[in-house]
Antibody
Framework: QVQLQESGPGLVKPSQTLSLTCTVSGGSISSGSYYWSWIRQPAGKGLEWIGRIYTSGSTNYNPSLKSRVTISVDTSKNQFSLKLSSVTAADTAVYYC?????????????WGQGTLVTVSS | QSALTQPASVSGSPGQSITISCTGTSSDVGGYNYVSWYQQHPGKAPKLMIYDVSNRPSGVSNRFSGSKSGNTASLTISGLQAEDEADYYCSSYTSSSTPYVFGTGTKVTVL
């Protein structure tokens, strides 16, 4: 069974860049059958889709975050990453990585446990 | 893209049935049979419970069922159990600028 695990700093200063990595195990990120996504959830609030990447490197981003987001993939390490620049307190949230089938239901089927990122000086 | 609308909370006694609604528009819920439901316990990752409106992934209890009518999808939990106490989110494919949109979330309390 596929497993996803987020990693990265839990504290980021305002105006800096948030960087997170998702390590995929139990399956190859290069299989071509899935998108690899980032989703976040501010405390006490709902889920927000950030963006996704395909193994070819093709990306889709939420228009509300597009100017600040970069998602990349490293197939040699079976990992994909998120960078969010110019962060503010509003970016404080639990960040999840997730898998979404290319052909099938357009929503994630497997998620990582999530990692809390706090933006504060 | 606006979030889909769910009731903030729903409660029921053990053994009862409850239904959670998820209201969108013809551009999302009403236009496609791509509604999913997630269960999220505190501090845990969301777990897929229903996909494509009414299909259950392997391993999900048949006490969970989904349906849709017009622009509103519903998740029904029958034979409510203490372990069902969690937050529930719907999601739907959308023809707008993101591939899917989530609901506002519903807290289910087992009395």
């Amino acid at each position: 069974q596929v497993q996803l695990q987020e990693s990265g700093p839990g504290l980021v200063k305002p105006s800096q860049t948030l960087s997170l990595t998702c390590t995929v195990s139990g399956g190859s990120i290069s299989s071509g059958s899935y998108y690899w996504s980032w989703i976040r959830q501010p405390a006490g609030k709902g889920l927000e889709w950030i963006g996704r990447i395909y193994t070819s490197g093709s990306t889709n981003y939420n228009p509300s975050l597009k100017s600040r987001v970069t998602i990349s993939v490293d197939t040699s390490k079976n990992q994909f990453s998120l960078k969010l620049s110019s962060v503010t307190a509003a970016d404080t949230a639990v960040y999840y990585c997730a898998r979404e089938a290319v052909a099938g239901t357009p929503s994630p089927d497997y998620w990582g446990q999530g990692t809390l990122v706090t933006v504060s000086s | 893209q606006s979030a889909l609308t769910q009731p903030a909370s729903v409660s029921g006694s053990p053994g009862q049935s409850i239904t959670i609604s998820c209201t969108g528009t013809s551009s999302d819920v009403g236009g496609y049979n791509y509604v999913s439901w997630y269960q999220q316990h505190p501090g845990k990752a969301p777990k897929l419970m229903i996909y494509d409106v009414s299909n259950r992934p392997s391993g999900v209890s048949n006490r969970f069922s989904g349906s849709k009518s017009g622009n509103t999808a519903s998740l029904t939990i029958s034979g409510l159990q203490a372990e069902d106490e969690a937050d529930y989110y719907c999601s739907s494919y959308t023809s707008s600028s993101t591939p899917y949109v989530f609901g506002t979330g519903t807290k289910v309390t087992v009395l």
